[in-house]
Antibody, heavy 121, light 112 residues
Framework: DVQLLESGGGLVQPGGSLRLSCVTSGFTFSSYAMTWARQAPGKGLEWVSSISGGSGDRTYYADSVKGRFTISRDNSKNTLYLQMNSLRVDDTAVYFC?????????????WGQGTLVTASS | DVVMTQSPLSLPVTLGQPASISCRSSQNLVNSDGDTHLNWYQHRPGQSLRRLIYKVSNRDSGVPDRFSGSGSGTDFTLRISRVEAEDVGVYYCMQGTHWPPTFGQGTKVEVK
């Protein structure tokens, strides 16, 4: 079975940092592109960042997080990361990871259950 | 960015009766290959998001055939032929034709 499990969320002061992890199993991790999306309280889903499969040489970011967040992957650990710096109150959300076949235009096959990030003083 | 607009946002349903959710996009979702990348997701309480439908009308593996998708261009619909108790949750449409991918606001399906 395909499984994605996010962790690393928590309470952080505005301006602080967190690193999220998404540990995966049940599929050939290196053959899949990966993404992070988020859902703020009472709001809809928002795409945050994506990384290509293989070496992860291609990365993409929403304008709202560009320059503050960094997506990366470790194929040896089947794990996706999101380094979040300079966190703002409006970054407060449940963060989800999802996968899709590298090169496919059919996006976001499987999702994790999410990890809550709260940026508040 | 492409704006996805769902309606209704809340859908009280009677078990065994049909239900329908509409999704409209601010741009045509047909790409240069002639494909339309419109997906539907189900988010049940306490569970991961699950993709039900991809490319407008293709059911994912294991998805009951009471779920169906239709539409073209900018107007799309998810139908549940006979709602069951396990269908309670929030449903999202998502477009993947134009980058970045964008989602509808979600439709909460609950039993009357």
């Amino acid at each position: 079975d395909v499984q994605l499990l996010e962790s690393g969320g928590g309470l952080v002061q505005p301006g602080g940092s967190l690193r999220l992890s998404c540990v995966t199993s049940g599929f050939t991790f290196s053959s899949y592109a990966m993404t992070w999306a988020r859902q703020a309280p009472g709001k809809g889903l928002e795409w945050v960042s994506s990384i290509s499969g293989g070496s992860g040489d291609r990365t993409y970011y929403a304008d709202s997080v560009k320059g503050r967040f960094t997506i990366s992957r470790d194929n040896s650990k089947n794990t996706l990361y999101l380094q979040m710096n300079s966190l703002r109150v409006d970054d407060t959300a449940v963060y989800f990871c999802a996968n899709w076949v590298e090169g496919s235009k059919i996006l976001f096959d499987y999702w994790g259950q999410g990890t809550l990030v709260t940026a508040s003083s | 960015d492409v704006v996805m607009t769902q309606s209704p946002l809340s859908l009280p349903v009677t078990l065994g009766q049909p239900a329908s959710i509409s999704c409209r996009s601010s741009q045509n979702l047909v790409n240069s290959d002639g494909d339309t990348h419109l997906n539907w997701y189900q988010h049940r309480p306490g569970q991961s998001l699950r993709r039900l439908i991809y490319k407008v009308s293709n059911r994912d593996s294991g998805v009951p055939d009471r779920f169906s998708g239709s539409g073209s261009g900018t107007d799309f619909t998810l139908r549940i032929s006979r709602v069951e108790a396990e269908d309670v949750g929030v449903y999202y449409c998502m477009q993947g034709t134009h980058w970045p991918p964008t989602f509808g606001q979600g439709t909460k399906v609950e039993v009357k």
